[in-house]
């Protein structure tokens, strides 16, 4: 089982559109989550660390399911500006490990 | 203020040849990560320095790849005689170190090797 899963996509929405994500996490013991994006040929930025109450940040929630390791990113009334890869991101504090990252879902936003 | 700098931006090399990729952190940060990129696929981590500790090695593919840090600053990531498989994005992050850090990234490096 991979560490992070995501769903690939694409998603193909239309502008105002809202929008979720999913992804799934095998290792119990992580402790801290993030969304990141990328744009195409770009390096990935921070969009929002995830907390355990759930955060919202204008017009993206993310939520956290430890139980079921599970983490959403929701954008609701989709920009054309949104049009990205957004990565799934992982951090599991042992022997110093690195952030794992998804492979990503593509979301494609269009007039 | 600055953010993470990498160069150079593109390489191009022979099979079989050794390239240095280089990385300059944002002032201050303690933690320096490199990650690889191929295309098409997520990132994935190589190694990882934090202050003075011993590197966090655990992701380098092979003893072809080896990277340096000299204190809290520059850091090289190294690939000997090349393959073709190692064409990627080589990018580079540093953070502050805590425990909810943002790692910021640097434009990465893309490795064309021949």
């Known amino acids: 089982r991979k560490e992070v899963e995501q769903d690939p996509g694409p998603f193909n929405v239309p502008e105002g559109a809202t929008v979720a994500f999913n992804c799934t996490y095998s290792?119990?013991?992580?402790?801290?989550f993030f969304w990141y994006r990328q744009d195409c040929r770009k390096e990935p930025k921070l969009l929002m660390s995830?907390?355990?109450s759930g955060n919202e940040d204008g017009r993206f929630t993310a939520q956290l399911n430890r139980a079921s390791q599970y983490i959403s990113l929701l954008i609701r009334d989709s920009k054309l500006s949104d049009s990205a890869t957004y990565l799934c991101?992982?951090?599991?504090?042992?022997?110093?490990?690195?952030?794992?990252f998804g492979k990503g879902t593509t979301l494609s936003v269009s007039s | 203020g600055a953010g993470v700098s990498q160069s150079p931006s593109n390489k191009v090399t022979e099979k079989g040849k050794d390239v240095e990729l280089r990385c300059d952190p944002i002032?201050?940060?303690?933690?320096l990560y490199w990650y690889r990129q191929r295309l098409g696929q997520g990132l994935e981590f190589l190694i990882y320095?934090?202050?003075?500790?011993?590197?966090?090695k655990s992701g380098l593919p092979s003893d072809r790849f080896s990277a340096e840090r000299t204190g809290e600053s520059v850091s090289t990531l190294t690939i000997q005689r090349t393959q073709q498989e190692d064409s990627a994005v080589y990018l580079c992050?540093?953070?502050?170190?805590?425990?909810?850090?943002?790692?910021?990234f640097g434009p990465g490096t893309r490795l064309l090797v021949l």
């Open positions: 992050a540093s953070s502050l170190g805590g425990v909810q850090e943002t790692q910021y």
């Open positions: 290792n119990s013991a992580s402790q801290s």
């Open positions: 995830v907390y355990s």
């Open positions: 991101v992982v951090k599991t504090y042992q022997a110093g490990t690195a952030l794992i």
């Open positions: 002032s201050g940060h303690t933690a």
């Open positions: 320095f934090q202050g003075n500790s011993a590197p966090d």
